[in-house]
C-alpha cells in the first residue's frame, strides 16, 4: 500500500498487526460522513484500509444524522454487518495525532468486550441503573488523552448504561467554549461533572457516582 491511499504513518501501520490481527470477536465500524467533506472522507478511508486489511474488522457508511453536533461520527459496534450491537462506544471527528491510539483502543475494548477493566470496575459498573454520559475532550497533539479514553471505552462496552463519546476539540473548537476547557484531556459527565487529565478508574466511577 502506498503513502496515497494508507491513513496510517508507517510506524503505526507496522505496529497494526501485532494489535488487530488476532481481535477474539468481531468490530463492525459505522462511519456517518458526507464525504465531500475532507474529515469525513479520510475517516470513511480510515475504516475501509481496517476492514480490507484484518478480518475481524467490517465498516459500513450513512448519511450524516440530524441528531448529532459534530462529523464525522464513527460508532465502534460489536459484531458483523448482518447483526451488530451498539456497545456506546463513539469518536467524534477525525481521529488524527495521538488520538489514532484511542481509535485502536476502542477497537480493542470492544472485541475484548471490556475485559481489561479491572475486576473490581466491573463489579460496581454491573450495578449501575441510571444513563451515564461520558464526553472525552482532547485533541491531535495531546498525548494523554488516549490513558483516560482506553478505560472509559472498556466502560462503555461493560455496561449498558454508559455512553462515551471522544471528541476532537481541536476539530470542533465550539466544545471548548462550552465547557470552559482549559487543559486536555477534559472529560465531562452528564454535562455537569468536569475531570481535567487523567485519573484512574477508582477515580472515575467516583465521578460517576457524583453526576448520577
Known amino acids: 500500500m502506498n503513502e496515497t491511499t494508507n491513513p496510517f504513518d508507517s510506524e503505526t501501520w507496522a505496529q497494526l498487526p501485532a494489535l488487530l490481527d488476532h481481535l477474539p470477536e468481531p468490530v463492525h465500524l459505522v462511519v456517518w460522513a458526507d464525504e465531500t467533506f475532507p474529515h469525513d472522507a479520510e475517516a470513511v478511508r480510515l475504516c475501509r484500509v481496517l476492514a480490507a486489511h484484518f478480518d475481524g474488522i467490517s465498516t459500513q457508511t450513512l448519511p450524516r444524522r440530524v441528531n448529532y453536533d459534530y462529523w464525522p461520527v464513527l460508532g465502534i459496534m460489536h459484531g458483523t ?47 449501575l441503573q441510571k444513563e451515564v454520559r461520558v ?49 486536555l484531556p477534559h472529560t465531562v459527565v452528564n454535562g455537569r461533572v468536569h475531570i481535567e487529565g487523567v485519573v484512574n478508574e477508582k ?5 460517576i457516582a457524583r453526576a448520577i
Do not use: W
Open 81 to 127: 454487518p448482518e447483526g451488530y450491537k451498539d456497545v456506546g462506544v463513539r469518536l467524534i471527528g477525525l481521529p488524527n495525532g495521538y488520538p489514532m491510539t484511542s481509535f485502536i483502543a476502542a477497537v480493542q475494548a470492544v472485541s475484548f468486550r471490556g475485559m481489561t477493566s479491572e475486576a473490581l470496575t466491573r463489579i460496581q459498573l454491573s450495578k
Open 135 to 183: 464526553e472525552v475532550i482532547t485533541a491531535a497533539d495531546n498525548e494523554a488523552g488516549a490513558l483516560m479514553a482506553q478505560p472509559l471505552f472498556n466502560m462503555a462496552v461493560v455496561s449498558p448504561h454508559v455512553r462515551v463519546f471522544m471528541i476532537m476539540a481541536d476539530q470542533f473548537p465550539v466544545i471548548v467554549e462550552r465547557y470552559s476547557v482549559n487543559y
Open 203 to 207: 477515580e472515575i466511577l467516583q465521578h
